[in-house]
């Protein structure tokens, strides 16, 4: 029971850290209620009882990921944003779309799908598990996910470096 | 009975770890004071013993000064949020084996995780917030440079600090702190330790200590601060006990810091046990806590003899040195786990 209402606390957390990232107008203000709704998503993982996978949470998005983007807010010393004129129909097509899309995926799981509801700590938890499972079970999607990212850091090096001023920077040198 | 158990050690353990920040911060200007040549801190108490104590009521009682444009709720925000997460770290650090008191048979210990050093880990990267948003928040040119300095900087050595303890790791073969340490127990021919060092972890151990002093802004990496181009980096515009958090979060860094070197690399609480009962039972702490001095001591050891880098070296260094020797470490550790077993 206390674990139940521990889980919903945190829930409750994240759903409201989530809302104040879209209201709030200032962006550090946005980065750290994003902050807050991974850390509570790290707990309701360790409610589950996946502890590892919640440490994880913590390390990279919270402690790595989150941190680049503060860095970069304030690098780029960003200003209270403006507010422009949204258009109409976006609110009012968008707020009650979203809610009805997100009730037709509570609905579609809760109902239709062969998942049922994970007790409260019973989710694999132990590295070794995960290790098993990572390095065994589903090796190969591993591998793939791992050259994606290599991709991904290669691609992001030669965007950032510019060719002509290096050029420049030699002929100067 | 189990929830008052936990309470207690909560207590007991966050007592120590507050003296212990106050008493490092006196042994720092003792050390120091002589490495220069000084007496270091004499008037209050014999040999100034009682200097953190009227250090802590001039802070109490100094103007809390909040400089005007600054923006307010994260201003006030940023101090406790770094001392909080140097605070939080020492819940899964055990500080000895278990102890019998009163027939209770307790670990030393206020929780004892499977993941324990990834719940170190996760603590202590959090910590870069309090010392980002005090930068920025303060709305001061030299604030802003030492709090950039600082993220960019503990980002990048985490990196090697995370890759050092990988080695460790794989050796031991558990994330719990207990079970490493269970792990490093006895010797190799009767006389060399079984600790990790050596057991070829000598690098990653060396990785280790350059990456810590970086993470906890420590010289020679102590750019945040800079009190020679930056006034006083990310703190410059606090006073007061404002000020002073950011101090004993430093401080309770430092200590964590140097529990996890000894737990992870110099054998933890192990020691030769002697004499009687009560004192083989309190010879591990014993052990352990004059690790933790040996480290600390180290710290100040080398502030009061290395300048400061500048800040591409400092880069550079993490990037293209620390980093690639601690890929190496990990490949060649795995390498002879891999044969070996």
């Known amino acids: 029971m206390l674990h139940l209402s521990i889980f919903l606390f945190f829930g409750a957390i994240c759903a409201a850290g989530a809302v104040n990232l879209l209201v709030q107008r200032h962006p550090i203000n946005s980065a750290l209620s994003l902050i807050a709704v991974m850390v509570s998503l790290a707990v309701e993982y360790l409610l589950l009882g996946a502890e590892f996978v919640a440490a994880v949470q913590v390390i990279i998005y919270a402690g790595a990921i989150m941190v680049l983007f503060v860095f970069v807010i304030m690098l780029l010393n960003a200003g209270v944003e403006e507010r422009i004129e949204g258009s109409r129909v976006a609110m009012i097509l968008g707020i009650p779309g979203m809610l009805v899309g997100s009730a037709l995926v509570a609905w579609v799981l809760l109902e239709r799908s062969g998942t049922s509801s994970v007790a409260v700590g019973s989710l694999p938890g132990y590295p070794k598990e995960i290790a098993g499972l990572l390095f065994h079970d589903f090796l190969l999607p591993f591998e793939v996910t791992s050259v994606l990212v290599l991709i991904a850091i290669m691609g992001a090096v030669v965007l950032a470096s510019h060719p002509d001023s290096e050029t420049q920077q030699k002929k100067e040198s | ?341």
């Open chain 2, 1 to 341: 009975m189990y929830a008052l158990i936990s309470l207690v050690k909560i207590v007991i353990a966050l007592v120590l770890l507050l003296t212990a920040v106050a008493y490092s911060v006196w042994l720092e200007r003792k050390v120091v004071g002589h490495i220069q040549n000084r007496w270091g801190p004499t008037r209050v108490g014999p040999f100034g013993l009682l200097q953190p104590l009227a250090d802590g009521a001039k802070f109490l009682f100094k103007e809390d000064l909040t400089p005007p444009y600054v923006y307010k709720p994260l201003y006030i925000a940023a101090p406790m949020i770094s001392v909080i997460f140097a605070l939080t770290s020492i819940a899964v650090i055990p500080i000895g084996n278990s102890i019998t008191v009163g027939g209770i048979r307790t670990p030393l210990q206020i929780a004892d995780v499977n993941i324990g050093l990834l719940i170190v880990l996760g603590i202590t990267s959090m910590g870069v917030y309090g010392i980002a948003l005090a930068g920025w928040s303060s709305n001061s040119k030299y604030s802003l440079l030492g709090s950039l300095r600082a993220s960019a900087q503990m980002v990048s050595y985490e990196i090697a600090l995370g890759l050092s303890l990988i080695g460790v790791l794989i050796m031991s073969g558990s994330f719990s702190l207990r079970e490493i340490v269970d792990a490093q127990g006895g010797t190799f021919w009767g006389f060399i330790p079984r600790w990790n060092i050596f057991q070829g972890q000598f690098v990653a151990f060396f990785i280790y200590l350059m990456a810590a002093f970086a993470e906890t802004n420590r010289i020679p990496f102590d750019l945040p601060e800079a009190e020679t181009e930056l006034v006083a980096g990310y703190h410059t515009e606090y006073s007061a006990m404002k000020f002073a958090m950011f101090f004993m979060a430093e401080y309770a860094n430092m200590i964590t810091v140097a529990c996890l070197a000894s737990l992870l690399f110099l054998g933890g609480w192990h020691g030769p046990l002697f004499g009687p009962a009560w004192l083989q039972e309190l010879l591990p702490i014993a052990w352990f806590a004059l690790r933790i001095f040996g480290f600390l001591f180290l710290y100040i050891w080398i502030r009061g003899t290395l300048p400061r880098f500048r800040y591409d070296q400092l880069m550079s260094f993490g990037w293209k040195f620390l980093f690639p020797l601690a890929i190496a470490n990990l490949v060649i550790t795995a390498l002879i786990v891999a044969l070996k077993a």
